[in-house]
């Protein structure tokens, strides 16, 4: 019988283990652990579900173009649970100094496809308006000098992607926040290969951006997409019902909670993993699913160059939601829409003064999650999220819970008014969550992948690699799964060794 390790309960590690126990059969037989160091499954994937509110640690949503992540909730039986965003109320606003203004309407993240809002924008100056009016006449050089042309490996930052299309203006007010929101990142150093995949094949394929998303959103037409999707999909009772479903689905036996895998060895044409707290196991593949610095530790023994192409930072996030009751939501005065950014160049370099100065600055973002997604909040109450990162967000990690609620009240109540108490508050932190594509990345990743094949029957997976969206790193766990039953069919019929050690 086939033997699979999975090392990393994350939501790349459980859905690599709920294939395996989906496609487990008497003809296709396969046994294998999953190895969490946590009490918990899911990463950052958790829900907090209290008084009526339902309430994201993590990620909110994916993305609904992509169909993994749907697909997976229909096989798990959430099609009912399916919910899209509130597209009808979506409006984002950036915070200039203590005012809120929106992002212009038909904004594709820096790609304009509504003219008319674009130019009656106050984020912009003429100056910047005129470079994206010169943009599509630009479309014939742009094409020439696109970074996805053929056998070209070259890489630049996502600041200097935007700002050969539309300026440096537009780089900082437009891109810096929203991808801030994803990354926690600056954009002078994450990779626009990398980041951008879209907008890349973009300039590729039409030189001009705007030409192309136009043309994008005419095909789009054309083969009659529902207008009434939403850009958003999530569940119901929270994007921990996933997790919770694909747990029901593999063997208890099949997991290993609280138990941290100290190494992983070759032996022979199989492989030993070593946990802290249980005797030494043989597998015919292991799946690494852990964050990159954990497995740049336990690749290190086999390759020292593997850990330099791995990405060498991580940024880490803060997430304090803030329940207000409906008693106490009268008194607001939240804007319609699904919430704000901070543009970076609002969080100056600098030591702060005090934590209040410490938090405005490392405050990225809020959602109004009773605004952006239905039954979140019972009638009438609100649910605020408020999302710390960057390079300020370390130091408040050691923070108690109650002084991180106090400091989010406070940064938020600067930018939406004076709030009250909420009726309570979560906070999560997610140290080292966020793994930086640096220029280069996907060059270092084809690098990696050629010294993880000299190493048969190991699989990386994770955020660290392709993607850090739930859809990307579904389809990632799921196709992994596959793969390493493959190669452990092959390896088995070459050797068939003790399925159990004792330590050395």
């Not at 918990?40 to 994937?45: D, N, P, S, Y």
């Not at 689905?249 to 099949?254: L, W």
């Not at 609280?258 to 030993?272: K, M, S």
């Not at 092959?490 to 159990?500: I, L, R």
């Amino acid at each position: 019988m086939k033997r699979v390790a999975i090392v990393g309960g994350g939501i790349a590690g459980l859905s690599a283990a709920s294939e395996l126990a989906r496609t487990h059969t008497d003809s296709a037989p396969c046994a294998f652990k999953l190895f969490e160091a946590a009490p918990r499954l899911g990463g950052i994937v958790a829900t907090e579900r209290r008084a009526g509110f339902v309430i994201e640690c993590g990620p909110d949503s994916w993305v609904s173009e992509k169909p993994a992540a749907r697909t997976l909730a229909v096989e798990l039986g959430l099609a009912d649970a399916l919910i899209g965003s509130n597209d009808l109320w979506r409006k984002t606003y950036l915070a200039e100094g203590r005012t809120l203004t929106p992002l212009p309407d038909g904004m594709r993240m820096m790609v304009p496809s509504n003219w008319a809002a674009l130019l009656a924008s106050p984020l912009l100056s003429w100056q910047a308006k005129l470079a994206y009016l010169r943009e599509p006449k630009m479309a014939a050089a742009l094409q020439a000098s696109a970074l996805e042309n053929a056998g070209n490996t070259h890489d630049e930052s996502v600041r200097d992607f935007v700002r050969r299309h539309f300026g440096a203006e537009a780089a900082d007010a437009f891109a810096a926040p929203l991808l801030a929101g994803v990354f926690g990142g600056d954009i002078r150093h994450l990779s626009a290969r990398a980041v951008l995949p879209i907008f890349i094949h973009l300039e590729r394929e039409h030189g001009s951006l705007i030409l192309g998303l136009q043309a994008r959103l005419r095909t789009a037409a054309n083969n009659s997409a529902p207008a009434s999707a939403s850009i958003f999909t999530s569940l119901r009772d929270g994007l921990g019902t996933l997790i919770e479903r694909m747990e029901q689905r593999i063997p208890a036996a099949s997991l290993r909670r609280n138990c941290r895998v100290q190494a992983i060895e070759r032996e022979g044409q199989q492989w030993r993993v070593q946990t802290e707290t249980h005797d030494a196991e043989i597998f015919d593949a292991v799946i690494l699913a852990v964050p990159a610095h954990v497995a740049a530790s336990l690749l290190a023994p086999f390759d020292a160059e593997i850990p330099t192409l791995l990405p060498q930072q991580a940024s880490s996030a803060i997430v304090v939601a803030l329940a207000f009751s409906a008693a106490s939501a009268a008194s607001m005065r939240i804007p319609r829409g699904f919430g704000f950014l901070v543009p970076q160049r609002q969080s100056a370099t600098g030591h702060p003064d005090s934590q209040a100065a410490l938090a405005q600055r490392a405050l990225l973002a809020c959602t109004f999650v009773d605004q952006k997604f239905p039954h979140r909040a019972p009638p009438g109450a609100i649910l605020l999220r408020a999302f710390f990162g960057g390079p300020h967000a370390p130091a408040l990690l050691g923070e108690s819970d109650t002084t991180l609620s106090t400091l989010a009240l406070q940064s938020l109540g600067t930018l939406l008014g004076k709030l009250p108490e909420p009726e309570f508050a979560i906070v999560r932190r997610w140290p080292q969550s966020l793994p930086l594509y640096a220029v280069g990345h996907l060059q270092r990743m084809e690098q990696l992948q050629e010294r993880v094949a000299r190493l048969p029957g190991l699989h990386l997976i994770g955020n660290a690699y392709h993607g850090v969206g739930l859809p990307d790193l579904i389809a990632a766990g799921q196709a992994t799964a596959r793969t390493a039953i493959g190669a452990a069919c092959a390896q088995s019929s070459t050797a068939n060794p003790p399925a159990t050690r004792t330590r050395p």
